[in-house]
């Protein structure tokens, strides 16, 4: 029944996300924000709503290994499996953005949020508001830099003409859809857990990252099929960058959220920090700039490997 719950939970918010993103979209529109705005901030705000929901959910409920792996894996999920399949349905160019901009922007995040947990073993409102000041000024920044370098997320200009009725029913669907899949998702998470005999850091780091992971995938080996230029690499990684500032941002400024699982600091975060580090590596050698079908199965069989690792301890 724990699987049932999971996959009503993750059904929900994929629903219910779809639905915030266009009523954000179409709302912005309406308050007559530029599309390069939207694209950087509203979609991305808009599309880190079920992990905020989740790990809020899991925050409040007692349930604090969920509220922080549940970020954790997903940013290792990001790079090692919706990365790695990507590139192996088709090599990756790697844009300046990403080593100028998005690359040392992650690892600065990341690192962060390493400091914070392993300081006091919590992630406190004060440090959660850091956490999110900085992911605004980041954005600042990347809305400043845009013109010139950054490849940004195409917006559905179709949303423009939308009408104010269908906003307020698409954002009641939405916050409806989001509130029971998070609410499902993390009891069919715990339940699964206890079935298995494993911590829920280790569903939340592997079950609940691949999860929220699946809608992010399935764009990028599209976008990848179809060879489309906009798929960019710091986009992509954009997504760990408001994993940490607005997911366990805004989560730890509304609850401290405390390390209960001693897994997360000795082993899952330490996962986040290499697959993270080794991207530059892997767009400079041997051949620069490319994130080719050899260096995507390398981080598919990375990726596996955490996960046999997680399962097994």
Not at 93 to 102: C, G, I, Q, T
Not at 142 to 150: F, G, N, P, Q, T
Not at 209 to 227: D, R, Y
Not at 296 to 306: C, I, K, N
Request: charged letters at 10%; a neutral charge.
């Amino acid at each position: 029944m724990s699987l049932v719950w999971i996959i009503l939970g993750l059904l929900l918010l994929v629903i219910g996300g779809e639905f915030l993103v266009r009523s954000s979209v179409a709302l912005s529109f309406k308050l007559n924000i530029s599309r390069m705005v939207i694209g950087m901030t509203v979609v991305s705000f808009a599309t880190s709503a079920p992990e905020l929901l989740v790990s809020l959910n899991a925050a409040l409920t007692g349930s604090p290994a969920i509220a922080i792996n549940n970020v954790i894996g997903s940013n290792i999920a990001n790079i090692g499996l919706v990365l790695g399949i990507t590139a192996l349905v088709s090599s990756i160019a790697v844009d300046k953005s990403f080593y100028k901009l998005n690359w040392p922007a992650m690892m600065l995040f990341s690192i962060a949020l390493y400091f914070f947990l392993s300081n006091d073993n919590q992630l406190s409102s004060i440090e959660g508001l850091i956490l999110f000041v900085a992911l605004i000024a980041f954005l600042f920044i990347l809305i400043r830099v845009a013109k010139k370098d950054v490849v940004v997320e195409a917006v559905d200009e179709s949303l423009a003409i939308v009408s104010n009725f269908k906003i307020l029913i698409w954002l009641f669907i939405g916050a409806i859809a989001l509130y029971f899949g998070s609410e499902w998702l993390v009891e069919g998470a715990k339940e699964l857990a206890t079935a298995l005999g494993v911590s829920d850091a280790v569903i939340a780091a592997t079950v609940i990252a691949i999860g929220t992971s699946v809608p992010e995938l399935a764009a990028s080996v599209i976008a990848a099929v179809k060879k489309e230029k906009a798929l960019s690499l710091g986009n992509l990684i954009g997504s760990n960058i408001f994993n940490i500032g607005s997911v366990l941002g805004l989560t730890s400024i509304i609850k401290t959220i405390e390390v209960t699982e001693a897994s997360i600091l000795s082993r899952d975060i330490y996962w986040m920090l290499a697959f993270a580090l080794v991207l530059i590596p892997l767009i400079m050698i041997p051949k620069r700039f490319q994130i080719s079908r050899y260096k995507g199965l390398l981080l598919v069989v990375g990726y596996g490997a955490f996960i046999f690792l997680a399962f097994k301890s």
